[in-house]
């Protein structure tokens, strides 16, 4: 019998999030592109509403794609970036290399199905002896190792996680609100609570 213990972290796995939504621009946005090689460009976006995607990279970067512009644009944070599951973070522009201060917001919300019970291919392990002779007719005997598909019976449930991430980008050391994003991510995974032999 096999039980599998989960924990849930006080913060969000940096690379597992990708919040879709809108953004609605009130002011022109200028804001810095860093390349891998930390070059830096400018992209300006105009006022008006755009479906935009926020995609976090790393522990300390994250992009943007905007529709209608036809250039990622891919921040760096100074301090990283360790966004809570429930809660706010606030990265000041100086941080981000750019003229906006960003303030983010996370609203995360799991749930679980009953817990139900179905059969499942799996790999089996097995071992078989061969036997091979040489040229001096030598018999020499080994175990080789197979893997075949067998099938096992699981308990299991459904967990999903639906997040809402809101961005606002103001205008460095001011509560003037050049723009704002709300966007949403969600994600289902099956959980086994038990998982029977392979057979």
Same mark, same amino acid.
């Given at each position: ?6 924990? *849930? /972290?006080?913060?969000? @796995?940096?690379?597992?999030? #990708? ?10 946005? +200028? ?59 606030? *990265? /000041?522009?100086?941080? @981000?290399?750019?003229?906006? #201060? ?10 679980? +199905? ?86």
């Amino acid at each position: 019998m096999k039980h599998l213990l989960l924990l *849930l /972290p006080l913060f969000i @796995l940096t690379s597992c999030i #990708d919040p879709t939504g809108n953004l609605h621009v009130n002011e022109k946005l +200028s804001l810095i592109h860093t390349t891998v090689f930390n070059n830096h460009k400018t992209v300006t976006v105009a006022p008006g509403d755009y479906n935009m995607t926020l995609t976090i990279k790393s522990n300390d970067r994250f992009k943007l794609q905007i529709s209608g512009i036809n250039k990622d644009i891919k921040i760096k944070t100074k301090r990283g970036l360790s966004i809570p599951e429930n809660g706010a973070i606030f *990265l /000041p522009a100086a941080d @981000l290399g750019q003229k906006y #201060d960003m303030h983010i917001t996370m609203n995360t919300k799991t749930t679980n +199905s009953d817990r139900r019970i179905k059969r499942e291919t799996c790999d089996r392990i097995e071992y078989r002896t061969v036997c091979r002779s040489d040229s001096a007719g030598h018999t020499r005997c080994y175990q080789q190792q197979y893997v075949t598909i067998g099938r096992r019976d699981v308990e299991y449930y459904i967990q999903t996680v639906a997040r809402v991430m809101n961005l606002e980008m103001l205008l460095a050391n001011s509560n003037i609100e050049a723009a704002n994003f709300s966007g949403r991510d969600n994600d289902s995974r099956q959980i086994n609570v038990w998982e029977g032999f392979c057979r």
